[in-house]
C-alpha cells in the first residue's frame, strides 16, 4: 500500500502551496494520515494531522495558522493547504497512513507512507 504526494515545487517566501495525497481509502479502509517534513540534516518533523473521524486536527507550532489539512468526502484525497510559506519551510513533504488504534500524533505510528514532494522557498 502507498501513499502518493504531490503539489510541490519552488515558491517565494510569502507564497502559497496545495499538496495532495491520494490515498487508497479502498485498501485501507478507515485511517488517520500526517501530513510529515524532512529537512536537509533535520530529522522528520510531523506537520499537521488528520485522525479519521477529523475532529481533532492537529497542527505543530511551526505551522499553525499557515496551514489548513483537509480531506475529500470521498476520504481519498487529503490537503495540506500552506500559506505565508518562509525559507524553513522547505524540505520534503511525505504523507503516512495508519489504520490501527494507536495515537495519531506520532510519526513511528505510522505505516503507510508516499515518495514525499519537495517544496522549496526562496527568500
Known amino acids: 500500500v502507498q501513499l502518493q504526494a504531490s503539489g510541490g515545487g519552488l515558491v517565494q517566501a510569502g507564497g502559497s502551496l496545495r499538496l495532495s495525497c491520494a490515498v487508497p481509502i479502498r485498501t485501507l479502509g478507515a485511517y488517520d494520515l500526517v501530513w510529515v517534513r524532512q529537512a536537509p540534516g533535520k530529522e522528520r518533523e510531523l506537520v499537521a494531522a488528520f485522525p479519521w473521524r477529523g475532529d481533532r486536527k492537529w497542527y505543530a507550532d511551526s505551522v499553525k495558522g499557515r496551514c489548513t489539512i483537509s480531506r475529500n468526502s470521498a476520504k481519498d484525497t487529503v490537503w495540506l493547504q500552506m500559506n505565508s510559506l518562509k525559507p524553513e519551510d522547505t524540505g520534503i513533504y511525505y504523507c503516512?497512513?495508519?489504520?490501527?488504534?494507536?495515537?495519531?500524533?506520532?510519526?513511528?505510528?505510522?505505516?503507510?507512507w508516499g515518495r514525499g514532494t519537495q517544496v522549496t522557498v526562496s527568500s
Open positions: 503516512a497512513a495508519k489504520t490501527d488504534s494507536a495515537p495519531p500524533y506520532r510519526i513511528t505510528n505510522y505505516s503507510y
